[in-house]
């Protein structure tokens, strides 16, 4: 009875070996003939560098986003992530769904709200660090990722600041599409005011009595270039402060007015002292531009372009 036991066993166990082999040998085939997950797709875990050189990881693709500033909120849109922002800041107002957003402040953001709300990733930026370094220790110390994207300086900075994003949110493919997509548009603007006889531009971003230009060395300099236009404060560098009598000297052949806090601020210009005999007054080129378009490093920054090109060359794009 005991050998017969014995044989039952040596039996069954051999017939779990081969069982053993079957499923070793069917798994195999099935993982080889699977195709890799979207997280190993996406290429995850990954390390990126924010602006304060800090090295972030991100285990996979953040589904829970908090945006600090408008242009960061641009980016995230256009790239398709709208279900996974969870809240915004006050000044966000665009694309129209943004301003439907939870928010959480201006530059000096509610943190504890923040905090509350546990987002696997707060994109801060740049700009932000002289009025809320403290609030974004905060969110650290309470154990929440914070990302410190860079203040681009120019348009190819702001292609890898939305690479970047792109890359860590698993929206790489997307994020280059997007830059593609503005370097086409860039090329087509110039392409149309390559040939055109230049004019001249001063741009200001405040009213009287502290009126503030851009020389040299600025965003809305690489833009007066791209678009072949020559800036009359290019001999000064940084955006400064400027008086009203120095710009009719200088005669621009436009003004482009980047603000709109001053109602009807076109004709107010136009009616400033000594601007009467300003080439750009005389001419009715005094334009308003949508400020956002010009200045925040997003998607839209080539739209911007064209809107400036336009405004001094309006008969290239007829």
Known sequence: MKKIWQFCLVIVLALGVLVGCGQTEDTKKKESSEPATEQQVAGYPLTETDALGNDVKFTE????IITLVPSNT????????????????????????ATKKEKIGGMEFDAEKIISL????????ETLLG??????????DAGL??????????FEETYKTIEQIGH???????????TADMKAKVKEVQAKVKDVKQKSAFVETSDEPDIYTAGKDTFMQEMFDLANIKNVTADQTGWFKIDAEEIVKRNPDTIIVKYDYVKDI?????????????????NDAVIQVDANLTSRTGPRLAEGLEVIAKAVYPEAFE
């Open 131 to 140: 009025t809320s370094e403290a609030g974004l220790q905060q969110l650290r």
């Open 118 to 125: 546990n987002p696997d990733v707060v994109f801060a930026h």
């Open 61 to 64: 693709a953040p589904k829970s």
């Open 74 to 97: 641009e980016i995230l849109f256009a790239l398709g992530l709208e279900k996974d922002i969870t809240a915004v800041s006050d000044n966000d107002d665009y694309p129209e769904a």
């Open 145 to 154: 990722k914070v990302f410190v994207v860079k203040n681009a300086g120019n």
């Open 266 to 282: 076109v004709e107010k210009v136009k009616k400033r002292q000594g601007f009467d005999s300003i080439t750009a007054v005389k």
């Open 168 to 178: 860590i949110t698993g929206k790489a493919d997307e994020a280059k599409k997007i």
